[in-house]
């Protein structure tokens, strides 16, 4: 089976630009979390979608915003980029609780 | 809000002795997971292994086990027989078991570096 596959695998955005990031969730997984993991420090919870609905939120503003499609692949767009959005972006998937959450090699994303 | 802490961010252990790495957490709730997560340097987060709250037995996964401490809030991991390839970061993380909202969020502590000697 494949496991949660993201791209790209780094990008480079100029503050103020909007960037879209991508996840393909493992298979049979119906749902998926995004997190930020700033250099050095643990992922925070983004938000997460069940069945192409958000279903949870961390404290994060409005300009992160996400999809999930009927095949559970997913999307994390921020827009407004600002310098403290550089970090790593990392994306899970899941079957039902309590499955636990399968993780893709993220997205480095730096906001110059 | 729950909150998890790892005192330790960085730890060094020679090849084939035993590490532990240090866990504590704060949360109102009864019932949880806790997670240990190691992250290698291709990024991606490896689960190490899983604790659910309820089960005073500690888990055990290979060369790796827990002592949790429900009590004392504390959820160290061990690891035995130290190999290279255990050199990572290393996450504990929480979660909680309200099954009600699918509620998949963890909340990670700062990590800790673990670096092995040969």
């Known amino acids: 089976e494949t496991g949660v596959t993201q791209s790209p695998t780094h990008l480079i955005k100029t503050r103020g630009q909007q960037v879209t990031l991508r996840c393909s969730s493992q298979s049979g997984h119906n749902t998926v979390s995004w997190y930020q993991q700033a250099l050095g420090q643990g992922p925070q919870f983004i938000f997460q979608y069940y069945r192409e609905e958000e279903n949870g939120r961390g404290n994060f503003p409005p300009r992160f915003s996400g999809l999930q499609f009927p095949n559970y692949s997913s999307e994390l767009n921020v827009n407004a980029l600002e310098l403290d959005d550089s970090a790593l972006y990392l994306c899970a998937s899941s079957l039902a609780s309590p499955s636990p959450l399968h993780f893709g090699n993220g997205t480095r994303l730096t906001v110059t | 809000a729950q909150t998890v802490t790892q005192s330790q961010p960085e730890m060094s252990v020679q090849e084939a002795e035993t590490v532990t790495l240090s866990c504590t957490y704060d949360?109102?709730?009864?019932?949880?997971?806790l997670f240990w997560y190691k992250q290698p340097p291709s990024r991606q987060m490896i689960l190490v292994i899983r604790?659910?709250?309820?089960?005073?037995q500690n888990a055990t996964e290979n060369r790796f086990s827990v002592n949790f401490q429900k009590a004392a809030k504390s959820f160290s991991l061990k690891i035995s027989d130290s190999q290279l390839g255990d050199a990572a970061m290393y996450f504990c993380a929480y979660r909680s078991a309200d099954s009600g909202g699918s509620n998949y969020k963890l909340t990670f502590g700062k990590g800790t570096l673990l670096t092995v000697n040969p």
């Open positions: 949360t109102s709730e009864s019932d949880y997971y």
């Open positions: 604790q659910e709250a309820y089960k005073q």
